[in-house]
């Protein structure tokens, strides 16, 4: 109840300042759940010089009652000096609370793994509202972290607010003197209860004793029966969906509503128990008002989140309680301007207004305090409806593809990447800039398609599914001033194409280009390593003009039935050292007119009439058998005194073949001109196991390199040092020196005794082929490797076995030791190998490898941990094992183990 005397019942007292002089003419002001409140208060004040500047953004109290226990705390958001009547000034503030100033800013950022609340704490945590102290989250349920989650073009208000209506979370304020208290929640039994019930009494025309509701009126409205969810789950391809039925309110029993559906999709869930979730919510908020009271009353103690008792409501049950929601408080105090000492100007009265939109029961309204109210039954329960949407962005943006440093390719399994956003403040171009994503493609099935990762660095054009900046796609990659055309432009305005760049480090480029320029049309491909071809049935080509074909190293062509080559007229075979041709049943050659077999000053010579002329400094021919030369219609002459040979020897010397065959390589290289020895190898790679089948194998005219040397193997080590062990080759197959092996190891007990044996890996720097040379034997427990190789070779590594006699424990399967790492570290080879028994081990550096190391320092760590090792348990072979094995690690070194020749990649 409001005395209508001069006594001051409304007060606002504004922190840090005292004596203001400063007393509430009226106030009006708007409370909703999940809404910052406001208010707007007309001051008086008899210095009318009064400097507003103190008030602005100090946190105020606004009292309802003369004890205090009712009002609103908020900050003062603006000032305004009105109008000035005979004694005193009129000032008008805002009030609103510390949440308010979050609508003046606005942002773009990336949150990543965070649940709803942890990002909405967060951003207040930052302005100041500190969790604990200005805010708090009691929730029942359980939030599951968002992946990806954007602030767009949304001020910090906004998004908080919409981020709580996406989850169901509604907010409200506590006040007292000294602070107001954001409360977020989930469910209803967050919200207070009132500790006195409230009585009704309708209008009469009498004043109360005591505050009252003067009207409640109950509306009940046909609201939404069910809610549907759908989504996309693109990781399974599966579509979840989520529904949910609505609940009646017992204030609602008996009511009939038709079956009405709410349905949507996009509802952003990956799977049907979150979209079950999230239909819940909807279907709640949806009927959150199915049931809605609106009441007016004079109780300055109502205010949102509280539940209140209303007595003596003639159609109502007491017990009942109501959920208020919405308030708008109104109150006037006209006699402050009486105690100034001035008369009460009319016009201050009525200079009052609000924004707010009001609509009160009762006629003019001049003095006191009142209030007009909804509110809802407390078994609905509340949820905030849908005022704050999504931002979209509807058009494309671009972005750079980035990830870990010292990577250039960074993807997951399905192909996607992360991009940095040019309005991302926050990101560290790293691969925590954003969430995965998808790359779109010209073709995408199972196990089929296209398929190109953008690498980092690069420009990408992003769109988003359904406009939403939670989801974004790259639609392309684009050039810049910076990655520019992979051909300068517009000069090569005709080309198209595609070129790659070698990863990791570049220097070389896969590439199919296209050049339609009109007489200079031209396909151009090249391969920057390897090129296979896989054809399952036929292939038709058809050269018009010319064709050349250039092979630096070998060729295997191997037909499964039979081959036709047709020569409309010259075919030339020139050979720069051998040629041998192996036909099991016939080899049949026909020559029309003439065939002529040169060999130096041996000529064969064949004519089509008849004739067979044979020219040689010396002949023998034997028979082991019979033998016969028949003349049938002549005579056969034998030493013809004074006659002249039939034909002279004028054959052509090797070295004059092998001139001729050199120059069509480029001075004599053997290789295309650009080739490297690197592109060379790579062939012999590929085809050497092919080439040995075939016979095709150093010339068994060359002279060993010394008496030692054993067969070569086909080149099966990497052609060059592997970056770190996980580049290392998974396997290596060394099984054509199997017999090597073998030998030295049997070689390795001469008396009973052991003694080590081994030799030196070389290359052959020519033809890329690897052999074992200076073998030898050491002592019981040392191998000295002769490392003196011949022109032409280069030192690739060791090998040696590892023998223990009956009196060292007879042991085999003792694998490399610490010293063999320090030896292969300190010489820079690239392999080491040991034999024990049948067990084979194996070494291999990279490029991750040390350059050098204390040899018995690491050989003594090695020993003790291998004792370390047997103490637990572990047999001397497998302490042996484990050791090597963590010793590769700690030294960059690949470890493998295997047997026959044939290696396995154990340790990266």
């Known amino acids: 109840m409001f005395n209508l005397s001069n006594e001051s019942h409304f007060t606002l007292t504004v922190g840090g300042l005292e004596n203001t002089g400063l007393q509430v003419l009226a106030f009006e002001g708007k409370e909703v759940i999940s809404k910052p409140y406001q208010f707007e208060v007309t001051l008086v004040n008899k210095n009318i010089r009064f400097d507003i500047t103190k008030l602005l953004s100090r946190s105020a109290y606004l009292a309802f009652t003369p004890d205090r226990k009712s009002g609103v705390h908020g900050v003062i958001m603006s000032v305004q000096r009105g109008a000035i009547g005979h004694d005193y000034a009129e000032y008008r503030v805002i009030l609103a609370p510390r949440f308010s100033h979050l609508e003046k800013r606005t942002n773009q950022r990336i949150f990543q793994h965070k649940t709803v609340p942890q990002i909405i704490s967060q951003t207040l945590n930052e302005y100041g509202i500190v969790e604990g102290a200005q805010h708090e989250f009691r929730v029942k349920e359980e939030y599951p972290e968002r992946d990806y989650c954007v602030q767009y073009d949304e001020t910090d208000a906004h998004f908080i607010q919409r981020l709580c209506q996406e989850e169901g979370i509604f907010y409200y304020f506590q006040h007292d003197e000294n602070n107001h208290f954001m409360i977020f929640g989930d469910s209803n039994p967050v919200f207070t209860t009132l500790q006195n019930a409230i009585r009704y009494a309708s209008g009469t025309g009498f004043v109360a004793d005591d505050p009252v509701i003067k009207a409640f009126n109950v509306n009940l409205t046909s609201k939404t029966k069910r809610a549907t969810w759908r989504d996309y789950?693109?990781?399974?391809?599966?579509?979840?969906?989520?529904?949910?039925?609505?609940?009646?309110?017992?204030?609602?029993?008996?009511?009939?509503?038709?079956?009405?559906?709410?349905?949507?999709?996009?509802?952003?869930?990956?799977?049907?128990?979150?979209?079950?979730?999230?239909?819940?919510?909807?279907?709640?908020?949806?009927?959150?008002?199915?049931?809605?009271?609106?009441?007016?009353?004079?109780?300055?103690?109502?205010?949102?989140?509280?539940?209140?008792?209303?007595?003596?409501?003639?159609?109502?049950?007491?017990?009942?309680?109501?959920?208020?929601?919405?308030?708008?408080?109104?109150?006037?105090?006209?006699?402050?301007?009486?105690?100034?000492?001035?008369?009460?100007?009319?016009?201050?009265?009525?200079?009052?207004?609000?924004?707010?939109?009001?609509?009160?029961?009762?006629?003019?309204?001049?003095q006191g305090y009142r209030n007009t109210f909804t509110a809802t039954p407390k078994d609905v329960p509340w949820r905030p409806p849908l005022d704050y949407p999504k931002a979209r962005i509807y058009g494309s943006q671009t972005a750079k593809v980035v990830g870990p440093k010292g990577e250039e390719i960074y993807c997951d399994k399905y192909g996607s990447v992360k991009v940095q956003f040019p309005w991302d403040r926050e990101g560290q171009f790293d691969e925590n800039s954003s969430c995965w994503v998808r790359v779109g493609s010209s073709w995408a099935h199972k196990g089929y398609g296209t398929f190109t990762i953008p690498r980092i660095n690069m420009e990408v054009l992003i769109t988003y599914l359904e406009g939403d900046p939670d989801q974004p796609v790259i639609t392309g990659c684009i050039n810049n001033g910076v990655n520019t055309q992979a051909e300068s432009m517009p000069a090569n305005k005709t080309k198209t194409g595609f070129k790659t760049n070698s990863s990791p480090g570049g220097g070389g480029s896969n590439e199919f280009t296209l050049e339609d320029k009109k007489g200079e049309e031209l396909v151009f491909i090249h391969a920057q390593k390897d090129m296979t071809s896989v054809i399952e049935n036929n292939e038709t080509m058809r050269v018009g003009v010319n064709r050349v074909k250039t092979i630096g190293q070998d060729e295997v062509a191997t037909m499964g039935r039979n081959r036709l080559r047709v020569v409309k007229e010259n075919d030339t075979l020139k050979v720069g050292v051998n040629k041998n041709d192996h036909i099991a049943d016939t080899y049949y050659v026909g020559v029309g007119t003439h065939l002529k077999l040169e060999c130096g000053k041996t000529v064969v010579e064949l004519h089509a009439n008849g004739k067979l002329n044979i020219t040689c400094e010396e002949f023998n021919i034997t028979a082991k058998q019979t033998g016969k030369i028949n003349t049938i219609e002549s005579v056969l002459d034998l030493n013809m005194v004074g006659k002249a040979a039939a034909l002279d020897a004028v054959g052509v010397d090797n070295q004059t073949i092998k001139k001729d065959v050199d120059s069509h390589f480029g001075g004599g290289s053997g290789g295309q001109e650009g080739s490297t020895v690197e592109q060379d190898q790579q062939t012999a790679n590929i085809h050497q196991s092919q080439l040995n089948e075939a016979g095709v194998t150093e010339s068994s005219s060359k002279p060993p390199a010394n008496s030692n040397t054993l067969p070569p193997t086909a080149n099966l080590l990497p052609a060059t040092i592997p970056a770190t062990v996980a580049d290392a080759p998974k396997e290596v197959n060394l099984s054509s020196m199997q017999g090597a092996f073998d030998q030295l190891w049997g070689n390795s007990f001469p008396g009973g005794k052991?003694?080590?044996?081994?030799?030196?890996?070389?290359?052959?720097?020519?033809?890329?082929?690897?052999?074992?040379?200076?073998?030898?034997?050491?002592?019981?427990?040392?191998?000295?490797?002769?490392?003196?190789?011949?022109?032409?070779?280069?030192?690739?590594?060791?090998?040696?076995?590892?023998?223990?006699?009956?009196?060292?424990?007879?042991?085999?399967?003792?694998?490399?030791?610490?010293?063999?790492?320090?030896?292969l570290i300190n010489q820079k080879h690239s392999i080491m190998v040991a034999q024990s028994g049948t067990d084979q081990f194996m070494y291999m550096r990279t490029a991750a490898t040390p350059t050098s190391i204390d040899a018995i320092k690491l050989n003594n760590d090695q020993n003790t941990r291998m004792g370390e090792l047997i103490a637990t348990g572990k047999s001397f072979s497998e302490a042996s094992k484990q050791a090597a094995q963590e010793t590769a690690k700690m030294q960059g070194l690949a470890y493998y183990e295997g047997s026959g020749g044939k290696f396995t990649l154990v340790s990266p």
């Open 233 to 366: 789950n693109y990781t399974n391809t599966k579509i979840p969906e989520g529904q949910a039925e609505g609940a009646q309110s017992a204030k609602a029993n008996g009511a009939t509503e038709p079956d009405v559906e709410f349905y949507d999709y996009p509802g952003r869930f990956m799977d049907n128990a979150r979209g079950k979730q999230l239909a819940q919510i909807e279907i709640e908020r949806l009927r959150t008002e199915q049931v809605l009271a609106q009441g007016y009353s004079d109780v300055p103690t109502l205010h949102i989140g509280h539940y209140f008792i209303l007595e003596g409501h003639p159609s109502l049950d007491a017990t009942d309680p109501w959920l208020i929601n919405t308030i708008v408080h109104q109150g006037k105090q006209p006699q402050v301007t009486e105690a100034l000492g001035g008369e009460h100007n009319a016009h201050l009265a009525r200079a009052f207004s609000s924004d707010l939109t009001v609509s009160f029961p009762e006629g003019d309204f001049h």
């Open 754 to 823: 052991s003694q080590e044996f081994g030799g030196t890996f070389v290359k052959d720097t020519t033809t890329g082929e690897y052999s074992i040379i200076n073998t030898k034997g050491g002592t019981t427990g040392s191998f000295a490797p002769d490392l003196n190789v011949p022109t032409g070779k280069e030192v690739a590594g060791i090998f040696h076995t590892h023998p223990y006699d009956a009196t060292e424990g007879g042991y085999t399967g003792v694998s490399l030791s610490g010293g063999d790492a320090g030896y």
